[in-house]
């Protein structure tokens, strides 16, 4: 069975520091991917990223980057210089890679505070 | 913009009544889509598969008699609730994946906000 973690539940930081938002997964399949979604106060879902488990690389864009560490099971986000925009419940999820095994496991999510 | 498009955004409905929602992929096939629940300060949680063509696939838990899922076209599935009650009343999203995007972020509609009274 497929399982996301994402301990944090609240964050609250003041506009321009940084924040880091964890997650771990857990799967038994050996190709998956990763994905982190954006849900603001109006509910729709923002994807953000995907990373194919083959692929370990960190990548940035703008102010968000993401570490994914295979032998820990991490896929972690870092917002740079928040923005209040970004106060918002962020989703990471998990799914397989092929038809009806692509439906998505998410985490419970964490609800981040961007104070000004 | 939008490649995956979900209507109403909200509904109000009296409790017994049935509500239906569509959940329609704009420019590309979707052989496969899910649903999924979220109710208010809680994750998204899957309600079922639908594959296109044939009868849909319920999660644990969920009665396949109450929540009607009908995918007869390649760019709709729907979503019907029926004999709504209050506890019904919960956020529904769709995604929708298709052949060539396999391999693609899963699209997501921008939910249904349904409330039963």
């Known amino acids: 069975a497929q399982k996301v973690t994402q301990a944090q539940t609240e964050i609250s930081v003041v506009e321009k520091e940084d924040v880091t938002l964890d997650c771990v997964y857990e799967?038994?399949?050996?190709?998956?991917?990763l994905f982190w979604y954006k849900q603001p106060p109006s509910g729709e879902l923002v994807f953000l990223i995907r990373?194919?488990?083959?692929?370990?690389q960190n990548e940035i864009s703008g102010r968000y980057s993401w570490n994914f560490q295979k032998s820990t099971s991490s896929f972690n986000f870092t917002i740079t210089a928040s923005q209040v925009v970004d106060s918002a419940v962020y989703f990471c999820?998990?799914?397989?890679?092929?038809?009806?095994?692509?439906?998505?496991?998410f985490g419970k999510g964490i609800t981040l505070s961007v104070r000004p | 913009g939008a490649v995956v498009s979900q209507h109403p955004s909200w509904v109000i409905c009296k409790s017994g009544t049935s509500v239906k929602i569509e959940c329609r992929s704009l420019d590309f096939q979707a052989t496969t889509m899910f649903w999924y629940r979220q109710f208010p300060k809680q994750s998204l949680m899957l309600m079922a598969t639908?594959?296109?063509?044939?009868?849909?696939?319920?999660e644990q838990g969920v009665e396949k008699d109450k929540f009607l899922i009908n995918h007869a076209s390649l760019t709709l599935s729907t979503l019907t609730v029926t004999s709504a009650h209050p506890e019904d009343s919960s956020f529904y999203i769709c995604s929708a994946g298709g052949q060539g995007r396999l391999n693609s972020p899963l699209h997501f509609g921008n939910g249904t906000r349904l409330t039963v009274t």
């Open positions: 799967t038994r399949d050996t190709t998956y991917y």
């Open positions: 639908s594959n296109e063509g044939s009868k849909a696939t319920y």
């Open positions: 999820a998990l799914s397989g890679t092929t038809g009806a095994n692509s439906k998505l496991t």
């Open positions: 990373r194919n488990s083959f692929d370990e």
